[in-house]
């Protein structure tokens, strides 16, 4: 099947890194798609990507200096979770994964992707991407996941955090906010509306942020340094909860495919010494998704 019109597949040579990653890095947010002819795309999945299997990730971890991933279901395979399981299996121990599931979910199948290597379920709150699931519904997922170990991921906007506010702080696990829970770059850092998830953060110490994708949100475009004061905030505010990651292969990006170099070039803009760079690529996610 072809991709959705103005779908944007990812670059094809990316550059070669400036910044030299620590060893143990981890890319903490990433995709796998199909290949569909295996792994067929969700029927009610709102886009239909490019493939993206598995070798392409891996071979692009090896030649960014990446030593892991953390591979995250997205909506494109919905409650499918079988490429992003077979990637793991793949992986020999050198990628996690987080999961979508719905509250049909079999004790069975929890703990076949339990054992793949999955330690979290993603709740997307984007209206263009999924359908809503009733937050009773959700409770319960995060219910049975928790006596798993797992953790949840959410991806929503920043003008939806007040009315999710008060879900999100009786979740019972750790949670982690996907990209930097998409700010509005035009109103800037310190605006209210942005620094709610700072306050949040400094109250509920088991939320977490990953500082990515720059490229959603720049108004500037590459390199994308008009980011960069978001990521540094929440960089310098939490440096035991930041993690990180490329999205690769950038599903939905609006313009144009990203540089996966250059996006690793953007680390140390908000990372600024080693000590957070260390803390950002190896030492959060593994304590996160290894321990």
């Known amino acids: 099947m072809p991709m959705s019109p103005g779908y944007i597949p990812f670059h094809p040579h990316p550059s070669k890194p400036k910044f030299k990653l620590p060893p143990g890095a981890v890319d903490a947010h990433c995709h796998v798609f199909g290949p569909e002819n295996k792994f067929p795309y969700a029927p009610e999945r709102k886009y239909t990507p490019c493939d993206a299997p598995k070798e392409k990730l891996f071979a692009l971890r090896d030649f960014l200096g990446l030593d892991r991933n953390v591979i995250v279901q997205a909506s494109a395979h919905s409650k499918d979770n079988r490429a992003m399981v077979d990637a793991l299996e793949a992986a020999n121990g050198r990628a996690k994964g987080v999961a979508f599931v719905g509250e049909?979910?079999?004790?069975?199948?929890?703990?076949?992707?339990?054992?793949a290597g999955v330690r979290g379920v993603r709740f997307n709150f984007l209206k263009r991407l999924v359908d809503f699931t009733p937050g009773d519904v959700l409770a319960r997922i995060a219910g049975r996941?928790?006596?798993?170990?797992?953790?949840?991921?959410?991806?929503?906007?920043?003008?939806?955090?007040?009315?999710?506010?008060?879900?999100?702080?009786a979740l019972p696990t750790a949670v982690v906010v996907d990209h930097m829970g998409t700010p509005d770059v035009k109103k800037g850092v310190e605006h209210p509306e942005n620094q709610r998830l700072h306050r949040l953060m400094d109250k509920h110490k088991n939320f977490w942020v990953k500082v990515t994708c720059p490229e959603r949100m720049s108004l500037a475009g590459p390199p994308y340094d008009d980011v960069v004061p978001f990521g540094r905030a929440l960089v310098e505010r939490f440096p035991d909860r930041v993690i990180w990651g490329t999205d690769w292969p950038h599903p939905n990006v609006k313009k144009e495919a990203p540089d996966d170099g250059v996006l690793v070039d953007y680390i140390p803009k908000v990372a600024v010494t080693a000590a957070a760079q260390r803390a950002l690529l190896v030492d959060n996610p593994m304590r996160l998704y290894w321990a």
């Open 104 to 115: 049909e979910v079999s004790d069975a199948e929890l703990k076949w992707l339990d054992k």
């Open 145 to 169: 996941v928790e006596k798993l170990g797992w953790h949840i991921v959410v991806y929503f906007e920043m003008p939806d955090l007040p009315e999710l506010e008060d879900f999100f702080t």
